[in-house]
């Protein structure tokens, strides 16, 4: 036996593992309904500057199935939606949501809204915060055609990216004033 060491692997590439292409996933769904009962459960989202908000719907989410998968909108997505941002790139924000436990995979997503993505990959939950009602819930009809559901998960009071860079502006002006 060697005792040549292992190389080094870096934390972006293990992640990149979780960052999946839509055929990729779809093998992947397929497996894991294969190999199991557990649920297939749905969230997407900007997630430009993770906070505790985020991380309580995802692993809330997470508890609802075995299998979690993330959309995140790309960047000119979320250029559409939200004039000004993203903050962090598409691959930056992918690789951070990757790297929770919770997370199975990660898909990015260039529509405005997931329901393309949802009509392919049929998840079992689709999971949103508590800023949305279920009818408004986009692919609601989809999960509830498959006899799946959607959950709404109460949101953490004072966490939203857009605090944060409000937060970030007023120290700025804060600093830039004296």
């Known amino acids: 036996m060697s005792n040549v060491p292992n190389p080094p692997v ?3 590439s293990v992640m990149q593992n979780k960052i999946m292409t839509i055929d990729n996933l779809k093998r992947m769904i397929a ?3 294969i190999h ?9 989202g900007c997630f430009d500057l993770l906070h505790p908000g985020h991380l309580h719907v995802i692993h809330e989410a997470k ?5 979690l998968i ?3 909108n790309t960047d000119s997505s979320v250029k559409d939606i939200k004039p000004g941002r993203p903050i962090q790139d598409e691959n930056s924000r992918a690789i951070i949501l990757a790297s929770l436990e919770a997370v199975d995979a990660v898909i990015l997503f260039g529509e405005e809204t997931p329901l393309e993505l949802i009509k ?13 009602k279920p009818e408004e819930v986009v692919g609601k009809e989809v999960t509830d055609a498959n006899g799946g559901k959607v959950e709404i998960i109460a949101l953490l009071e004072n966490f ?4 944060i860079i409000k937060k970030m502006e007023n120290r700025k ?3 830039s004033s004296t």
């Open 10 to 12: 870096s934390i972006a």
């Open 31 to 33: 497996v894991w309904r």
């Open 36 to 44: 199991g009962s557990k649920k297939i459960v749905f969230t997407n």
């Open 63 to 67: 508890s609802l199935g075995g299998i």
């Open 70 to 72: 993330v959309g995140v």
């Open 120 to 132: 392919q990959l049929q998840p079992d939950v689709i999971v949103k915060g508590g800023d949305y």
């Open 160 to 163: 939203s990216t857009t605090g």
């Open 173 to 175: 002006s804060n600093t």
